[in-house]
T-cell receptor, first 112, second 113 residues
């Protein structure tokens, strides 16, 4: 119930193209879904999050979509730039659970 | 406002040695966490605290102890280090327990020989 799966593990995209990372979960009580970005040698930082009462959220070039029925949520990065190259972690939290469960991370490489 | 800081940044230990990692936050956050990060494993929660004087076990607590004597500090201890504890350790804090941003420290890279 606590696990969250991320696919694919590594994603290479041409600069300017879009990148999509998908995470799946099994716990129906999951209600909070953040995405963290970790640049090489740096700390993870929150870039966007979504709650279970919302289907989509956008912030400039990034967006997150949530499909509660299918139990998956995705990170969309449009017009990718070299500075988008990083590891992206999805996570989830459930009602009554005090902690975030993180996925194993996706390496995104933007090719100039 | 320094946010979340960790000391030390790097450490090399021999098997069986002990050490303490210090995490400090100046954001008046109630909740603090210790994670370890290993290649291909993501971030795994070791222990966390919901307030001064409280601690709780996370996903991988064995071999570690923690203390939260002051609200701003969260200490992670290794009593008898093992090579399996070679990892990057991140501390984090948040204002709320559920559905809130976790702010991470810069990490401590620990090698156990």
């Amino acid at each position: 119930g606590e696990n969250v799966e991320q696919h694919p593990s590594t994603l290479s995209v041409q600069e300017g193209d879009s990148a999509v990372i998908k995470c799946t979960y099994s716990d129906s009580a999951s209600n909070y879904f953040p995405w963290y970005k970790q640049e090489l040698g740096k700390r993870p930082q929150l870039i966007i999050d979504i709650r279970s009462n919302v289907g989509e959220k956008k912030d400039q070039r990034i967006a997150v979509t949530l499909n509660k029925t299918a139990k998956h949520f995705s990170l969309h990065i449009t017009e990718t730039q070299p500075e988008d190259s990083a590891v992206y972690f999805c996570a989830k939290q459930s009602y009554g659970n005090n902690r975030l469960a993180f996925g194993k991370g996706n390496q995104v490489v933007v090719i100039p | 406002n320094a946010g979340v800081t960790q000391t030390p940044k790097f450490r090399v230990l021999k098997t069986g040695q002990s050490m303490t990692l210090l995490c400090a936050q100046d954001m008046n956050h109630e909740y603090m966490y210790w994670y370890r990060q290993d290649p291909g494993m993501g971030l795994r929660l070791i222990h966390y605290s919901v307030g001064e004087g409280t601690t709780a076990k996370g996903e991988v607590p064995d071999g570690y102890n923690v203390s939260r004597l002051k609200k701003q500090n969260f200490l992670l201890g290794l009593e008898s280090a093992a090579p399996s504890q070679t990892s990057v350790y991140f501390c984090a804090s948040s204002l709320l327990l559920a559905g809130d941003t976790q702010y991470f420290g810069p990490g401590t890279r620990l090698t156990v020989l």
